[in-house]
């Protein structure tokens, strides 16, 4: 079982930047992946962006070039910079951790971002 710890949400304007944090109870796994999803109201949870550990980063195209992905100096913390924010942004974030091998997720209990002037 990993446990997920996510921080950083809030209320940003237009613009404006927020950085999300998420660190996991050891990850055993021999291939997985870590990083974030995001849900808005009535849609879908959809993909932002997550790292492999043994392989690139991969990013959602609505938020290439803005957001990025990376690792704290323990492999089991991730943060995410999100920069130029858009009222679009604004979801739930939920951190992720995915074990490739047995096709098994791990969720965070979702940190509210909200992209309001």
């Known amino acids: 079982q990993v446990h997920l710890v996510e921080s950083g949400g809030g209320l940003v304007q237009p613009g404006g930047s927020l950085t999300l944090s998420c660190t996991a109870s050891a990850i055993t796994f021999t291939l997985y992946s870590m990083g974030w999803y995001r849900q808005a109201p009535g849609k879908d949870r959809e993909l932002v962006a997550v790292i492999f550990n043994r392989g690139p980063t991969n990013y959602a195209d609505s938020i290439k070039g803005r957001f990025t992905l990376s690792r704290g100096n323990a492999e089991n913390t991730v943060y995410l910079q999100m920069n130029s924010l858009k009222p679009e942004d604004s979801a739930v974030y939920y951190c992720?951790?995915?074990?490739?091998?047995?096709?098994?997720?791990?969720w965070g209990q979702g940190t509210q971002v909200i992209v309001s002037s």
């Open positions: 992720n951790v995915r074990n490739i091998v047995a096709r098994t997720d791990y």
